[in-house]
């Protein structure tokens, strides 16, 4: 595997890069974000990263130097797949038409080198159309960053055909990143797409993620102890791995400690249930969320978790045992995710139709500690999707410098 360089170059003064991330719910979209800008600053000195993002908690996140976010305001998906406003107490074509205009708006006085998108080639419900279009005449390279698995590609085909997805990646898009190695299978097998489109796509292996130099704050809990982590990311669709886990310890002898990490888009009933059953266990705690959750992972025995494409790249980066339960829906990234995981011998899955079975649960918990790391068979690059991105990224922003902030593109 290729050593991660610690060498900043210097490149054009002031290169520029915009980050777009949709973030309706969760917390995935963010960090994935996240991750690639501070790995970019590290590398290029004069590069800055502006994300924008509907996050209701980005705040809540540290960055590095030269990197900066604009919040837009944000929606939520309901259970009936519908959008509504989440804070603002106007329509949702409202509050979409601000969010558009904000994106536009930035992207203009920001004047980026690269416009990179995170996932929604069209943005959410068109959102970044506009904007995709004036920063090509601008002569800037707009990028889609793809995770490694988006749906089962009938039901992504489906999607992009309504959201009218795929002349915008034919016109707007001069590259397409895919953030995870070839092995794991192509995201966009479905999906038809031009001769010189297809070469536009580039597989970087996935993200691999690192422990920040320092904790802000002290760690929630005693990390002394040997424990299994059970993490369910943002948090939304955790629910009834929570209580799958909580009923494993409550039924059976479960030996091994655990923390549990609810998520801060746990529904707060469900988070008083949940505190109150682990505070009944000697060997369970709960805390509602961490935003340095990399140094939990690190000192974790095990991982329970669901399979997102954020909390995969941690368990391979910091070489953890786990016990992945994808969900089905509302789509089917996570189960395929893991599928081809578990057949690779990385992680091992259960098969959350078997909720709540939690004899099924005690036993993979009381297993989880014997399993083999994922490194005894990870394939050499696999994780090196950060390097890749920043070599892909540096003809881009040496090929523009800057007077007074404005681009000159060279010919």
Known sequence: MREQSNQIMQLNDG?????????????????????IAHALVEKYKSLSVLIISGSPIIGS?????????????????????????????????????????IILSTARSFNPDIFLV????????????????????????????????????????EEWERKKAVPVIENSYDRIWVYGPREMGNPISAIKLSVGTLEK?????????????????????????????????????????VDWVLRA????????RAV????????????VEFNARANKLDNVEALTFDSNIEFLMRDAVGVVAMGGYNTFCEVLSFDKKAVLVPRYTPREEQLVRVRNAAKLGLVNMLDAK?????????????????QPNPSAVMDPGMLDGLDR??????????SADRVDGARIVKA
């Open 389 to 398: 991105v920043a070599d892909l990224v540096e003809p881009l922003i040496q």
């Open 118 to 157: 995170d996932k929604e080639p069209t943005g959410l419900q068109g959102e970044v159309v506009e904007t995709l279009r004036q920063m090509k005449q601008q002569g800037c390279v707009n990028i889609l960053g793809l995770r490694d698995v988006m749906d089962d590609p009938q039901s992504l085909k």
């Open 260 to 271: 549990i990490v609810l998520g801060p888009f746990m529904p707060a009933d469900d988070q």
């Open 354 to 370: 078997r909720y709540p079975e939690a004899s099924l649960m005690a036993r993979a918990l009381n297993g989880l500690a014997d």
């Open 15 to 35: 290169a520029r890069v915009l980050i777009y991330s949709h973030d309706s719910f969760g917390l995935g979209h963010l960090r994935r974000c996240r991750t």
């Open 201 to 241: 796509i580039r597989y970087t292996g996935y993200l691999r993620r690192h422990v920040p130099a320092e904790r802000k704050q002290p760690s929630p809990v005693d990390t002394e102890i040997p424990f299994y982590l059970i993490t369910t990311g943002g948090g939304g669709d955790g629910v009834e791995l």
């Open 61 to 101: 996140f540290d960055f590095r130097a030269r990197v900066d976010f604009v919040r837009i305001p944000g929606v939520i998906k309901l259970h009936s797949g519908e959008y509504t406003s989440l804070a603002l107490h106007i329509d949702l074509q409202q509050t979409l038409a601000l969010r558009e205009a």
């Open 249 to 256: 310890y409550e039924q059976h002898n479960v030996l091994m």
